[in-house]
């Protein structure tokens, strides 16, 4: 690549002055200061020892590729907005559904009961559910047999141990599981209703009432 600027020729001081007020780290910017510099170098350069083509071009790539990744930051971030849009749209289809998340509440009242589940990792041969009351008294146990890896929704009846029913009040359940000899990871799962949706600026929440508030991937199961 040729350049033909004579060794003594005048700069324009406007192109310099309008070149050098840019100081920010924008491609804009860094491109300005790099053809102010470019025109220094040509007019200083050694007639015997000129500027090398190669890097000429290397610097000239350095300045696309940096106004290339501001231009691709601003579409990420029009499209992670859109994202979060849809999100919130998405999440708020679940308002006056049941969900199950992590915990371990059983609530029991009118002579009905809210559903108790368990997430597995792996699968199991044999697996129960123990259930208590508010002192930590064991009040009923039921069998949930063997399971597959994944999540997994019961009722309990609300049958105590003595063939009674239980009174209504807020109860707990906790999984064992087992595959074999080999105890397993058994995370409980307790139901939860549904009010609403809050969005902030970064997140989009679940308003499950006196439950909290979970973000959707939290939620385990849709009922």
């Given at each position: 690549m040729a350049i033909s600027v004579g060794v003594n020729e005048s700069l324009d001081p406007s192109v310099l002055s309008s070149s050098s007020s840019s100081s920010g780290n924008s491609a804009q910017d860094l491109q300005n200061q790099f053809l102010t510099m470019l025109v220094t170098q040509l007019q200083n350069q050694d007639p015997t020892n000129p500027m090398d083509n190669s890097q000429l071009t290397t610097q000239l790539a350095q300045i696309n590729?940096?106004?290339?990744?501001?231009?691709?930051?601003?579409?990420?971030?029009?499209?992670?907005?859109?994202?979060?849009?849809?999100?919130?749209?998405?999440?708020?289809?679940?308002?006056?559904?049941?969900?199950m998340v992590d915990g371990s509440q059983v609530l029991v009242g009118s002579g009905t009961t809210t559903p108790f589940g368990v997430s597995l990792t792996t699968a199991s041969t044999a697996a129960s559910a123990t259930i208590k009351d508010a002192s930590g008294n064991t009040v009923s146990t039921v069998d949930l047999g063997a399971l597959s890896a994944g999540v997994h929704t019961f009722s309990w009846d609300g049958t105590l141990a003595d063939g009674s029913t239980a009174p209504d009040g807020k109860y707990t359940v906790s999984i064992a599981a087992s595959n074999g000899s080999t105890q397993l990871v058994a995370q409980p799962l307790n139901y939860a209703y549904v009010n609403g949706v809050i969005t902030t600026d970064d997140t989009t929440k679940l308003?499950?009432?006196?439950?909290?508030?979970?973000?959707?991937?939290?939620?385990?199961?849709?009922?």
């Open positions: 590729t940096l106004s290339g990744i501001e231009k691709l930051n601003t579409t990420l971030g029009s499209i992670s907005g859109q994202i979060n849009a849809n999100q919130s749209l998405q999440t708020s289809t679940l308002i006056g559904h049941g969900v308003d499950l009432g006196t439950m909290g508030s979970v973000t959707l991937d939290e939620v385990r199961q849709i009922l």
